[in-house]
């Protein structure tokens, strides 16, 4: 039978945000006012949304582990119980005086750490179990295995796409013609140096951005197998049976790269625009 292979990263940290909220708040900063901020807006949306959605595994290990801990904090550890229960029965039974009484608990209380074969308190080894234990079960599973690697897949896709719509939009505001679309990558290189610079069209949408737009096709009409589009410029991504893999390392890149190019093209737009200052 035929079956998937997944690659995904298998370090939980590698799922928490990749959201630069710092950056969004500066850029936010600029645009204010201007024709850009919904343009801005709507690309922070996107990419807030595709942080979440990336966010994902980690934030389920985040709330097992709340529930956990607020379940063990809500009772009496048993261990704890056990041991006050064998003090209580023994202390009376034994008519013990007060000052044996304490030493029965600390007797007890090694013994406790024995059983346990840990100095941590009970109440800390439920959600300490969750996200040591629970994360590592889970990485095996091939149904896990495969939410994680498309949410991946379309986390990447999400961020590429919401830059190429704020690059178009930009676009369009700069030279003011609002049904201007892109045919052809090479053609809007071009347009978009001559509305700009030269340095800044290969800044917004050579090199490493044009291989995550190659990458964004192979996912997105090319069921993410290989392409000679991609293949013919070298890339980073790791190919298994004949398909690109995205995992969390790339997504996180891919959000660094653009947001740098967002930065720079935004004050250059608003310069194009009657009335804006930088």
Known sequence: MMQKQYV????????????????GREIDRIVSGSPLELIVFDLRAAWKAASLTHRLPWLTMEIFKSFATSYDN???PITKMVIEQIALDMSAKLRLTQTKRQELDKILEEIRKKVLNTDRPP??????????????????????????????????????????????RTYRL??????????????????????????????????????????????????????EELREIGHAFPVVNGEIQITTAHTRALFD????????????ALKRL????T
């Open 8 to 23: 995904i990263d298998p370090r939980l940290d590698s799922y928490q945000s990749f959201f630069d909220h710092a950056w």
């Open 257 to 268: 790269l653009l947001k740098e190019r967002v930065a720079k093209l935004v004050p250059e």
């Open 274 to 277: 009657p009335g804006q200052h």
């Open 74 to 76: 809500a009772r009496e």
């Open 174 to 227: 700069a030279i003011g013609k609002p049904d201007y679309r892109m045919k052809f990558a090479k053609e809007f290189a071009r347009d978009l140096a001559k509305a700009f610079s030269v340095e800044l069209s290969d800044f917004c949408f050579s090199g490493e951005v044009d291989v995550a737009r190659r990458a964004r096709n192979a996912l997105a009409h090319s069921g993410g197998r290989i392409t």
């Open 123 to 168: 109440e800390t080894i439920i959600s300490g179990f969750v996200i040591d234990k629970m994360w590592q079960s889970l990485l095996p599973n091939f149904e896990f295995n495969g939410s994680v690697w498309a949410s991946q897949r379309l986390c990447y896709g999400a961020v590429y796409y919401a830059y190429e719509d704020f690059l178009v």
